[in-house]
C-alpha cells in the first residue's frame, strides 16, 4: 500500500509542476489546453491518493472489502485522468509512465485482496 501510495504522490507532483511551468499568461491554445488538462489531472489526482489513504486505513483494522473498494476507486480516477489525454497534446513519456506504474501495484494490491 505504501509502495501505491508514494506512487500517487510522486504522479501528482509530477502533473502539478507541469501545469505550474505554462504560464498562466500564455495566448498558445495548445499550452491553453495541456494547463487545463493538468489542473484537471491534478484534482484527480487529489482524489486518488485520499482513495489511497482510505485503503491503507482498511488494510489496517484487517478489512479487505474496504481495500479493494477503495483501490479500485483510485483506479479508476488515476485513469480517467490518464483518459484527459487521450488526444494530443500528450503528455511527457514519463507521466504516461507513472501512470502505468500506478495501475501495476494497484493491481497487485486487488490480486492479494482477492486471495484473502
Not at 488515476?78 to 514519463?94: D, I, K, T, V
Request: net charge positive.
Amino acid at each position: 500500500m505504501n509502495m501505491a501510495q508514494n506512487q500517487a504522490r510522486f504522479t501528482h507532483n509530477k502533473i502539478w509542476a507541469l501545469h505550474e511551468k505554462i504560464e498562466d499568461s500564455t495566448r498558445n491554445l495548445n499550452l491553453i489546453k495541456q494547463k487545463q488538462r493538468y489542473y484537471k489531472c491534478h484534482v484527480k489526482f487529489s482524489d486518488v491518493r485520499r482513495r489511497l489513504t482510505e485503503a491503507k486505513m482498511g488494510m489496517l483494522k484487517g478489512n479487505s472489502t474496504s481495500v479493494r473498494f477503495y483501490v479500485s476507486m483510485a483506479v479508476n480516477q488515476a485513469g480517467s485522468c490518464e483518459a484527459e489525454f487521450g488526444n494530443p497534446p500528450r503528455p511527457p513519456p514519463a507521466v504516461a509512465k507513472d501512470f502505468g506504474r500506478l495501475g501495476d501495484v494497484c493491481s497487485i494490491i486487488l490480486a492479494i485482496c482477492d486471495k484473502v
